[in-house]
């Protein structure tokens, strides 16, 4: 695998994501940097049908872990929707201890956070978010549910 | 959530852009590009946006970057921690800054004063103190400590504690670049603005930074201002100077390996000089921003230590 040239196609788009995000452009460059260090250190177990699919949620991933971090620091924790759901913990408890990239290959269930940012944030149906993370629609909608009452007023303002 | 753009969302029209759309919603995305002003206007604005991230962060300096990062002990996302709240940890256990300095007469637009009150596009207020504040460097010893001059030979594990004079002016950002091409925020960690100064004495940071294998030199710079400026245009202007300078990255490690010990009496120079003379190789321009002041430090690196590039 050539970084160079996955950088060169992804890079851009994995950047606007972490800026998106993360709103501070250093963070965003660091957590782009950091998209691509997970990628080169597993590429023998990926694979890469798909990259800009893959790509976008390891930078949602990541970059929903420092926001979370922001808000353990925070004196004044923030009350927006990325907030509330980086801090939220995941409905399976034993996700916690792997690591992002084995619950993003297939091995372990995609992190709950990083759905509903796809479906609350990015406007993905349910639909599209199981296809995503290679879930049924009723799993997907079962995991959702459950932030839901976390979310509570920030997910229906998001909605509308 | 995704508004006026419910018919399109981004990350569809991202894809789109890459060609990784099955067919059928390629069709489809297609025609709703061409026939609305609107959306063409968006691809058209990502297109704009690729061109713009590759220039500022080239696929080369990247992937050199994500290489090292690669070859490291340990990612802050494998902490499950950024590396902005794992300071202390980030200190030690990512491959160290070092430096070659060059903030940026690209980043001079970006430059805007902030008001405490907080209006970040003002002007900055220019209020030149002249060539006074300036970084003081330790390197820990079993005796306890001994300062180190402008343009002292340091190796890979020296443990730097910075110290700063703050010669009137009120507010800093350290920062290094080194051989490699990393750029490193010192201070302040976080924020995106510059931190006060201790106005009294000789300001101290309270950690140790201990230097990588990056080749050739490590460039510290100490970027001042009367009042608070915006950090994230500084650092911005490394990555970008850092980049364009890969090239010369290991020009400059040679040229600083050959250079003989003579060091340089510390002190600030003024903007616009070159930095560190014939110590450091490549692009070496310092800020030329009116009202930022800034002062340079350079290491030399032992010659052995030597970096292995990206693949």
């Known amino acids: 695998m050539d970084v160079e040239e996955l950088y060169q196609r992804y890079g851009p788009m994995v ?42 949620r390891i930078a949602t991933n990541l970059c929903l872990n420092r926001i979370r971090d922001r808000q353990r620091r925070a004196t004044m924790p923030g009350d927006g929707f990325l907030e509330r759901v980086a801090v939220l913990d995941d409905t399976e408890p034993r996700l916690e201890a792997r690591s992002v990239l084995e619950r993003l290959f297939g091995r372990h269930q995609e992190s709950t956070r990083t759905m509903a940012v796809l479906h609350f944030q990015d406007g993905m149906t349910l639909e599209e978010v199981a296809g995503e993370v290679g879930m049924s629609v009723s799993g997907v909608r079962k995991r959702l549910r459950g932030l839901r009452a976390s979310l509570g007023e920030v997910v229906k303002e998001e909605e509308e | 959530m995704t508004s006026h753009h419910d018919q399109l969302p981004g990350w569809r029209l991202e894809r789109y852009l890459l060609q990784e759309l099955p067919a059928e919603e390629m069709a489809s995305v297609q025609r709703l590009v061409e026939g609305n002003p609107a959306q063409a206007a968006r691809l058209e604005a990502l297109r704009q946006s690729n061109e713009e991230v590759l220039a500022r962060y080239p696929a080369g ?22 590396p902005r709240s794992a300071w202390w940890a980030r200190l030690w256990l990512l491959p160290a800054p070092a430096a070659v300095v060059l903030v940026a007469l690209a980043a001079l637009p970006l430059l805007r004063g902030v008001d405490e009150g907080g209006d970040p596009g003002l002007p900055l207020e220019i209020r030149l103190k002249g060539a006074e504040a300036h970084l003081l460097l330790h390197r820990k010893t079993e005796e306890g400590g001994e300062r180190l001059r402008d343009g002292a030979l340091a190796r890979q594990h020296d443990q730097i504690q910075f110290q700063y004079q703050a010669a009137g002016q009120a507010y800093g950002l350290i920062l290094s670049i080194d051989g490699a091409g990393q750029v490193t925020r010192h201070f302040p960690d976080q924020g995106s603005r510059a931190a006060p100064l201790q ?26 201002a009367a009042v608070p400026f915006d950090v994230d245009a500084v650092m911005s202007a490394a990555y970008r100077l850092a980049a364009a300078s890969g090239s010369s990255a290991d020009a400059g490690a040679q040229a600083a390996g050959a250079q003989e010990a003579g060091a340089r009496p510390m002190g600030a120079r003024p903007m616009g000089a070159r930095a560190a003379g014939a110590v450091v190789a490549g692009p070496a321009d310092l800020l030329d921003v009116p009202g930022l002041e800034q002062s340079l430090f350079t290491l030399r690196k032992e010659r052995s230590c030597t970096r292995q590039e990206a693949p």
């Open chain 2, 61 to 82: 300096w990247m992937g050199r970057q994500i290489a090292r990062r690669a070859q490291g002990p340990a990612t802050a996302s494998d902490a499950g921690r950024s």
């Open chain 1, 15 to 56: 950047m606007r994501r972490c800026r998106q995000l993360l709103r501070e452009e250093n963070e965003a460059l660091d957590a782009t940097q950091d998209v691509f260090v997970q990628i080169l250190k597993r590429r023998d177990r990926l694979e890469m049908t798909h990259p800009s699919s893959l790509l976008y």
């Open chain 2, 199 to 224: 106005q009294a004495g000789v300001g101290s940071l309270e950690f140790a930074y201990e230097l990588d294998d990056a080749p050739g030199w490590e460039r510290f710079y100490f970027v001042t």
